[in-house]
């Protein structure tokens, strides 16, 4: 559809999601918002696909709400509203979710970044957390984003607004990598090709085993961890792995060429 703001297609198992609405600085407003849930959901209810990558055309990833919308409504009607249940589309998504930045992030958008499971950046791209400037809180962003960043850092520019680096974002552990322009795609592909590679289920199952609150004790964590272990090397993803490793040759789910 010429008017979408977002953009869907799937490739040798990849789902891309493209944002496409420049105009506004991939702003999320309410059309974008709501075919980026729904193309979020296409992707997770399609057995073909195994790994989702986040993109965006025009110079910034994605700007955060529209605020031209928000403005003069109630609390509400706001369309912040909406934005806990794309958050958590991601972040609870059985399948690896790459985020692609070739360009800035801001408030919102850096929400949907540390959402992700992988997230690569351009060298020169800029992050900011720009609420507090505007006299709002980052609250609905803040489920994702702290999980990512080191607590010193978190305070600091949740508190400031001020915008940092891509080098700096590394280092924080919003995002995984930061490279040239010319090498964003590539890095990109690195990292779908090595995530398709794995087991959709064991990955599922790990992305779950990452999200869990540790048991209170160490001998409960270890009996929980070993039947889920157990579990999978006896379950037939695990044997086709195990027979395929002895046999030098791809398990069956690895994407064809």
Same mark, same amino acid.
């Given at each position: 559809?010429?008017?979408?703001?977002?953009?869907?297609?799937?490739? =040798?198992?990849?789902?891309?999601?493209?944002?496409?609405?420049?105009?506004?600085?991939?702003?999320?407003?309410?059309?974008?918002?709501?075919?980026?849930?729904?193309?979020?959901?296409?992707?997770?209810? @399609?057995?073909?696909?195994?790994?989702?990558?986040?993109?965006?055309?025009?110079?910034?990833?994605?700007?955060?709400?529209?605020?031209? %919308?928000?403005?003069?409504?109630s609390s509400g009607d706001q369309?912040?509203?909406?934005?806990?249940?794309?958050?958590?589309?991601?972040?609870?998504?059985?399948?690896?979710?790459?985020?692609?930045?070739?360009?800035?992030?801001?408030?919102?958008?850096?929400?949907? &970044?540390?959402?992700?499971?992988?997230?690569?950046?351009?060298? @020169?791209?800029?992050? *900011?957390?720009?609420?507090? =400037?505007?006299? &709002?809180?980052?609250?609905?962003?803040? &489920?994702?984003?702290?999980? =990512?960043?080191?607590?010193?850092?978190?305070?600091?520019?949740?508190?400031?607004?001020?915008?940092? @680096?891509?080098?700096?974002?590394?280092?924080?552990?919003?995002?995984?990598?930061?490279?040239?322009?010319?090498?964003?795609?590539?890095? &990109? @592909?690195?990292?779908?090709?090595?995530?398709?590679?794995?087991?959709?289920?064991?990955?599922?199952?790990?992305?779950?085993?990452?999200?869990?609150?540790?048991?209170?004790?160490?001998?409960?964590?270890?009996? %929980?961890m070993l039947k889920l272990s157990?579990?999978?090397?006896?379950?037939? %993803?695990?044997?086709?792995?195990?027979?395929?490793? *002895?046999?030098?040759?791809?398990?069956?789910?690895?994407?064809?060429?």
């Amino acid at each position: 559809m010429a008017d979408e703001l977002v953009h869907y297609e799937v490739s =040798r198992g990849v789902a891309r999601i493209t944002l496409d609405s420049p105009h506004n600085r991939n702003a999320l407003s309410r059309q974008l918002r709501g075919e980026l849930r729904d193309h979020l959901s296409a992707a997770l209810g @399609d057995d073909a696909v195994r790994v989702i990558v986040l993109d965006h055309t025009g110079p910034v990833f994605c700007a955060g709400m529209d605020l031209k %919308e928000a403005g003069g409504a109630s609390s509400g009607d706001q369309g912040v509203n909406e934005f806990p249940a794309i958050l958590e589309q991601i972040w609870t998504s059985p399948k690896p979710v790459v985020a692609k930045l070739a360009g800035p992030a801001r408030a919102g958008g850096v929400g949907i &970044v540390a959402a992700a499971d992988i997230a690569v950046a351009v060298s @020169d791209a800029t992050f *900011a957390f720009t609420e507090v =400037r505007i006299g &709002v809180v980052p609250a609905i962003i803040s &489920v994702t984003v702290l999980p =990512r960043l080191l607590p010193r850092a978190a305070h600091e520019l949740f508190l400031t607004g001020e915008s940092f @680096d891509a080098e700096r974002a590394v280092q924080i552990g919003l995002i995984n990598s930061a490279v040239p322009a010319e090498r964003l795609d590539a890095e &990109v @592909d690195r990292y779908t090709g090595m995530l398709a590679l794995g087991g959709p289920l064991a990955l599922a199952a790990t992305k779950e085993m990452l999200r869990r609150t540790p048991a209170a004790h160490l001998s409960t964590d270890f009996e %929980e961890m070993l039947k889920l272990s157990a579990g999978f090397f006896a379950s037939p %993803e695990g044997q086709e792995g195990i027979t395929a490793f *002895a046999q030098k040759r791809k398990p069956n789910w690895v994407p064809q060429d």
